[in-house]
């Protein structure tokens, strides 16, 4: 089911039936939400006059990602990037996705979605082991620094394997915040009152997505950059998504 290999000169898990590669995300401690340096650092933007329209939704939704809170993560593995056209098709043989260029450009699911959540021998990462995923460690705006994102930060196609490598993060994860990636967690604004040990909040409604700058571009001077911030979070519309899955540990 599982074989270990060596991916862009990092270890890897790939999925044998499927192909798709998983990382092994290391456990750990960190802190999640929107800081008061990450909102210093859009600020910090801002005034440099590094902004096409204006952040005030940003900053008014900013309490949707805070408190900020100490989280504990265990090991697991997340899929190397959101699964592509021709991954899904494993699962979905008749899969057609019209916002595709190529089988090897990540899935947005609509219609199939449930299908594929209900085909997949995975799960849905939590909100907290996405935004740990996507920080690697750091605790900046994005793995790369505080600096404004642009568009040299987005990857969509994963079929030119040395771009791939080149966009990877310290986990060797590449594209986190491209596309909107459904999460397990229930959509609740803020983090009052949320779990400790990673897991998902759960009930009734819709779920919680994570990034999307790619889902916009072109940029239309909306500051959509906003969306590759590794805290930045909204409610699934039921627009289309993508998914990057989650799984335990396989036995050594």
Partial sequence: MWSEEIVARRPAWRHTPSGVVFREVPGGV???????????????????????????PFLAGAGDSRPVREVKVEPFLLARHPLTVEQVRHWLPDYDDDYADTDTTAARLEDDLGDLLAALPFRLPSEA???YAARAGTTTLTFRGDAKPGEDQLLDDFGDEARTAAAENPFGLASMGSAGELCADVWIPGFDGAPLDASPRTGDGPLTVR???ADLYPWQGCDEWLLLLSATRYEHDSSFTAIRPAAPLPPH
Avoid: K, N, Y
């Fill in 211 to 213: 990034g999307g700058a």
């Fill in 129 to 131: 082991e996405w935004e």
């Fill in 30 to 56: 960190f802190r999640m939400g929107l800081s008061d340096a990450e909102l210093d650092a859009v600020g910090a933007i801002e005034r440099a006059g590094d902004v096409e329209d204006t952040i005030e």
